[in-house]
């Protein structure tokens, strides 16, 4: 947690940037902030942002007193039973989504938004910045999203007035009437949405920052001094606006699925506190917020307003939602419930840090999102396609367990195929995919392939990302995959397989100097030596682009800013595959040749 207490506009005014990221103490949520300014209006400001369909509770592992626990982690239910209970009990409360509510798991390829949105309505939104995944199946599914909800949709920098169905549907800013105050909320939406998803041609897109700074000067000319901008434009990003737009007083951000606040303790690895300060262009606080990712987490931010309009106040924090199930690695290394002990270690270190909770689900929402499950769980079923032949998989080529496989997996470069054809049927433009053996599971064999198959076969939370690298880079992130299995002791899981790449392994020769030959296929289908300095757009999942598994140039090259997220869920982008083509058949080359 940052706090902000001061009455003056400059001198007690920390500034936090990108550069200045610290984990700072939290406060407990549940007590009100007992202002030693002079605090004329306060609002509480509940938001979430990017759950992307993930509507139900996931697995995922967290740390508790230095050991890894999987748990039980968001879920709508739990989003709805938080942001109930805030509202309830804090003052003046606005209860904000920062976008892309859409795309992302089933739940969104089977109802389009329908499953969404119920689950929104009863949550009670006052606002809805539009993100851009909202438009990926264009704007009539996103008409019928919206007309169906129960909140104002808001984008300031899209001009609907052309589209017959969204027109009158979004509105540029909204006036929420707020403990007697006037309160402003302005949507930007991220210009990315050009390119990262399919708006109609109707529709046109403004500069975020220009656009801003209009409907700033638009509510003050109407005597607003308290404006908040939900901005689908990314952290990073709005730690730059917030210093080159006068007038804004908080930013709720959306986009980048960051993750802020003190939770290193859990495990997590958090991009700056929260909430983040900067000094606006007249010397003001701006406080900026984001809560991470999936309904995995709820923020909570109390706001203090002076007479002027001017920030005096900010603090808050995330709040990671839970289940009260936890499951550890016993002696033999298989995860097991915890003993009682145990369990009530964990529970005693959640009671006492205020980033996280355990939270029983809201019934309400617990018996709609039912309804839609039993249709994934049924959809599941679906034949959404056909295997002509058996597709094998082994990590490493040679034999294993009764495989014999001189050129490696078969199923491995055929997912890498529908991981670039997904990119580029969204305009990402990829020339390659590089996927590690590890991210495939299982083979496919010949007959029905249905959704459960696919999300059998790629059964992990990942994401398709894609990095803008040069030849020589590309190279050595095989090198970075290969060294890490024969040189560091790493899993045999790194062992890299390509889309539209190929090349030639000599696994005795020294570190980085292991690919031999390596050749691209252009857009034609022809092959050609890669150009070491010529920039390419690699495509390849979250896991690997943070740097896992050893594919260390990867993380190096998202950490230059030269990546990008495309949010398609993995699984779902093999789904899409498999209902293109119809019939999935054995590769004629992996793309490998691995020399022992």
Not at 282 to 299: D, F, H, K, T
Not at 478 to 506: H, Q, V
Not at 545 to 565: C, H, M, P, R, W
Request: negative net charge.
């Amino acid at each position: 947690m940052t706090k902000l207490v001061t009455n003056k506009k400059l001198s007690l005014v920390p500034v936090l940037t990108a550069v200045l990221i610290l984990g700072l103490p939290g406060c407990n949520d549940e007590n009100k902030v007992s202002s030693t300014a002079n605090t004329p209006f306060r609002t509480h400001l509940i938001h979430i942002n990017d759950h992307h369909s993930h509507l139900a509770e996931e697995d995922y592992d967290l740390i508790f007193d230095g050991v890894e626990t999987r748990v039980k982690l968001g879920g709508f239910a739990r989003v709805a039973s938080k942001i109930k209970a805030l509202r309830n009990r804090l003052a003046n409360p606005l209860v904000l989504h920062g976008g892309d509510a859409l795309q992302g798991t089933l739940y969104y390829t089977l109802f389009k938004g329908d499953a969404d949105v119920k689950l929104m309505n009863t949550v009670g939104f006052d606002a809805f910045a539009l993100g851009n995944h909202e438009f990926d199946d264009g704007n009539a599914v996103l008409a019928n999203f919206l007309k169906q909800g129960k909140f104002q949709a808001i984008a300031a920098n899209i001009d609907f007035s052309q589209s017959e169905v969204l027109k009158g549907l979004v509105e540029p800013y909204l006036i929420k009437e707020v403990g007697g105050e006037q309160v402003g909320l302005i949507g930007i939406d991220t210009l990315k949405t050009l390119y990262s998803s399919s708006p109609g041609d109707d529709l046109s897109f403004s500069d975020e920052v220009e656009t801003a700074t209009k409907m700033v000067k638009e509510l003050e000319g109407k005597g607003i001094n308290k404006i908040i901008l939900m901005t689908h434009y990314g952290y990073s990003q709005d730690l730059a606006l917030a210093k080159q737009v006068a007038g804004v007083d908080v930013i709720v951000s959306a986009d980048s699925h960051t993750l802020l606040g003190d939770l290193t303790d859990l495990g997590l690895n958090p991009k700056g506190p929260y909430p983040t300060l900067v000094t606006s262009p007249r010397g003001e606080p701006v406080c900026i917020a984001q809560a991470w990712q999936y309904s995995y987490a709820v923020g909570s931010l109390s706001v203090a307003f002076d007479e002027k309009g001017v920030v005096t106040e900010c603090e808050g924090n995330p709040i990671l939602l839970v289940g009260d199930s936890f499951q550890q690695r016993n002696a033999d290394g298989n995860r097991a419930p915890v003993d009682a002990e145990t369990q009530a270690k964990i529970e005693a270190i959640i009671a006492k840090n205020p980033n996280i909770e355990i939270v029983e689900g809201d019934p309400v929402v617990a018996e709609q999102l039912a309804e839609y499950t039993v249709q994934v769980e049924e959809a599941q079923k679906t034949v959404i396609g056909q295997a002509a032949d058996d597709l094998l998989h082994i990590y490493v080529p040679g034999s294993y367990e009764g495989v014999t496989l001189p050129d490696g997996s078969q199923i491995a470069p055929v997912v890498a195929e529908s991981f670039l054809w997904q990119l580029n049927s969204r305009n990402y433009d990829a020339d390659l995919v590089i996927l590690n053996a590890g991210g495939v599971r299982v083979a496919i064999y010949k007959g029905d392939i249905t959704i459960e198959t696919a999300y059998t076969v790629l059964p992990f939370s990942n994401t398709l990302y894609v990095l803008e690298m040069t030849g020589a880079e590309v190279k050595q992130v095989l090198e970075d995959a290969l060294s890490n299995y024969l040189d560091k002791g790493g899993s045999y899981g790194s062992f890299p397989y390509p889309a539209s790449i190929r090349y030639t392994i000599e696994a005795t020769r020294p570190i980085n100097q292991r690919v031999t030959l390596l050749d691209i296929r252009d857009k034609n289908g022809k092959w050609s030596s890669i150009d070491p300095a010529k920039m390419y757009k690699v495509g390849t999942i979250s896991f690997l682009a943070s740097g896992q598994d050893g594919y260390t140039t990867f993380s190096q090259v998202l950490e230059q800013g030269k990546g990008i997220n495309s949010y398609f869920e993995y699984a779902e982008s093999f789904v899409n595959y498999v209902k293109e083509v119809g019939t999935l058949t054995r590769p004629e080359e992996t793309g490998v040749t691995y020399i022992k």
